[in-house]
């Protein structure tokens, strides 16, 4: 073992050489000896000793407890006084310097080393408890979570960093002094009304009680922490202090809440599809693997004939057993296959309805675990008995429709084309009668002969728009994909004659290729072009033909710098044997917008005009870009 160090400080030197014997008797080490406090000082650094003894009456500039102070404030070390009969006053004054003891002179040797052992421990001991508060002051200031320590009557005494920071304050000190101005819980309790609580708590026994609380932040936020709370006593069994830890839970309890909202969203959309499931208006039903229904919904219960509740356990053959068959060779397919089968239309006799024979559009879904496999079969069932009813009604209506519609087409084509041979000889007959025997007659009759060949050339011109008409409309032509420029050429080639007569300026985009009908389409552009010449003005007949693409539709406009028309007749022109002029303004029957109209609409198009009296018009029609339905 280090001996230890002591320095003596005395000015009597037989004294401090008896001194300096004995403690090497007693086994210490006397690392110097010195007279005056001024020599004290620089020894002290130069041999560093563990005790001091310091005679309290110097001579000297410095007395002893002049020195003991300095070496306690810089050193640090343990100083005994040596002393006589000092006076009272300076005994008061070395009392402050804090010393390990007192050795009265003329001393007794055993008091001496007693005192000095006694000394040293303390200052040990001294050390150690300090280095231990040190160790705990660390842990307090930066342990992660917030401590305090607080009165009874809710006043701080120390809080850590963590604490302060976690309610927003930059210092500790600032914490303290905010808080203190009023109480803990006036100043940082979401509700202060819960502190006697925690205050009976925790003076009633020793135990940590534990409670959410909520605190008011610095930025007026409030932080939900968990607060762990109890009580410190003194010896004596007082209350010293109180002491608690707090933890911010507040995203704790954002995401608890979170998780609960989630929860309750689930729980509501489950309630919701539970609804949807037992409300829906197809039928629904879930069997298990035994072919047990294990779940069905009112629509599919009614339709079977029995209350829902009544199906649990049972197999369809127990409930449907006339269509059980077909039910249960779809569910056996479902559960081996995994696959589900779409769409199968079942007919049958319900006990609900006996004697009805109804049909249904089944589907099976496998029914799987979380894990994949399937463990039963959803069924979906759609009543359609009514809907076929309707539907094979409208089937024998078209039918007889289109039967008349035929016979109609055939009469138009028989009338138009039967009655043009005796029209044709009334005509000739009459011309033949005009140009011989014309002036022959008086002038009435001349002009009867007039009128009966104009009639005759007008129901003429009537029949072969009839036959056009027939003739286009029961077109055995077939749909095909073909160039509208194609077409449009096609078209005006027929009409190059009045086209040159009349300087006609025809232009056009380039046209798409699609899904049409050959001689319908090129009517279209024949009535339409005919139109913009025949209802030109007095200037040069300009036509453009125009196409674009707009979403799942071309759009073609053929407009002209002609007469225009008064948007007033924008529909009625399209009627059939609709005309807005007299003949022997512009020649026609009323028939090519009607017909062009149809073709249109039997191409899954319409047509419609933009135009203004005076101002010419434009023609817009549409056809579909994808035309599956003709
Ligand atoms: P028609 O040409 O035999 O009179 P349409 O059915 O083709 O019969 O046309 C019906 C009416 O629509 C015409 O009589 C005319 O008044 C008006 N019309 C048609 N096209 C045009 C056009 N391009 N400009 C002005 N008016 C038109």
Redesign the pocket.
């Known amino acids: 073992m280090l001996k230890s160090k002591i320095l003596i400080v005395e000015d009597d030197a037989i004294e401090s050489m008896d001194i300096k014997i004995n403690l090497e008797n007693m086994g210490y080490e006397v690392s110097a000896v010195t007279s005056s406090g001024e020599e004290a000082l620089p020894m002290i650094s130069q041999h560093m000793p563990d005790l001091v003894l310091m005679d309290i009456i110097l001579k000297g500039k410095m007395n002893g407890v002049e020195v003991a102070q300095k070496i306690k404030d810089e050193y640090d070390l343990p100083v005994i006084y040596l002393t006589s009969n000092s006076e009272e006053k300076t005994l008061e004054k070395a009392k402050l310097t804090e010393p390990f003891g007192y050795v009265i002179k003329p001393y007794d040797i055993v008091l001496l080393r007693y005192t000095i052992e006694i000394g040293l421990y303390k200052h040990k001991m001294e050390k150690k408890l300090e280095s231990r508060l040190q160790y705990f002051k660390n842990v307090f200031d930066n342990a992660p979570i917030g401590i305090f320590h607080s009165t009874i009557e809710g006043k701080f005494i120390r809080v850590n960093k963590a604490l302060s920071s976690m309610l927003g304050y930059s210092t500790q000190k600032e914490l303290i002094n905010e808080v203190n101005k009023l109480n803990v819980a006036d100043k940082i309790y979401n509700s202060p009304e819960k502190r006697p609580e925690f205050i009976s708590n925790a003076i009633k026994d020793d135990k940590w009680h534990s409670y959410k609380n909520e605190y008011i932040r610095k930025d007026g936020n409030i932080m939900i922490g968990e607060l762990y709370f109890r009580s410190i006593r003194n010896t004596d069994g007082s209350i010293r202090y109180l002491e608690g830890f707090i933890t911010d839970v507040t995203e704790q309890k954002e995401l608890e809440e979170a998780r609960m909202k989630t929860e309750m969203i689930a729980w509501d959309r489950l309630a919701e599809i539970d609804g949807i499931y037992d409300s829906s208006p197809i039928g629904l039903c879930t069997l298990d693997k035994d072919l047990r229904y294990i779940r069905i919904n009112e629509n599919l219960a009614r339709i079977n004939g029995f209350p829902a509740i009544k199906h649990i356990g049972k197999t369809p053959r127990e409930i449907i057993p006339t269509i059980s068959e077909k039910i249960e060779s779809m569910a056996k397919k479902t559960l081996k296959t995994g696959r589900s089968i779409m769409g199968v239309e079942m007919e049958g006799i319900t006990p609900s309805m006996p004697g009805v024979l109804r049909t249904w559009i089944v589907q099976s879904v496998p029914f799987k675990d979380i894990d994949g496999n399937v463990i039963g079969i959803s069924f979906s069932v759609l009543e359609i008995t009514e809907m076929k009813k309707a539907q094979k009604e409208l089937f024998e209506t078209v039918k007889k429709l289109k039967l008349s519609n035929e016979e109609l087409q055939r009469f138009a084509y028989v009338v138009s084309h039967d009655f043009k041979e005796p029209l044709r000889m009334v005509l000739s007959f009459t011309q033949l009668l005009q140009s011989r025997y014309e002036g022959e007659f008086d002038n009435e009759a001349d002009e009867f002969i007039g009128f009966i060949i104009e009639g005759s050339k007008r129901m003429e011109r009537l029949l072969d728009d009839l036959l056009t008409y027939s003739r286009i409309t029961t077109t055995e032509e077939k749909y095909s994909e073909i160039d509208l420029n194609k077409i449009i050429e096609d078209s005006i080639y027929p009409l190059k004659l009045i086209i040159e007569e009349n300087n006609v300026e025809i232009t056009w985009d380039h046209m798409p290729t699609i899904l049409i009908n050959r001689t319908q389409m090129i009517h279209v552009f024949q009535?339409l072009i005919t139109?913009?010449i025949?209802?030109r003005n007095n200037k040069t007949p300009k036509i453009h033909i125009s196409v674009k693409l707009e979403r799942d539709q071309w759009i073609f406009g053929v407009s002209?710098n002609?007469?225009?028309?008064d948007p007033h007749y924008h529909k009625r022109?399209f009627e059939v044997f609709?005309?807005?002029?007299r003949r022997d303004e512009?020649d026609?029957?009323?028939?090519?917008?009607?017909l062009t109209k149809k073709i249109i609409e039997g191409h899954n198009g319409h047509i419609w005009v933009e135009?203004e009296e005076g101002k010419g018009?434009t023609?817009y029609f549409t056809l579909p870009v994808e035309n599956n339905n003709i």
């Open positions: 009535n139109n913009a025949k209802f002209d002609g007469i225009g028309i022109i609709q005309r807005l002029h512009y026609g029957t009323g028939m090519g917008l009607f135009s018009s023609f």
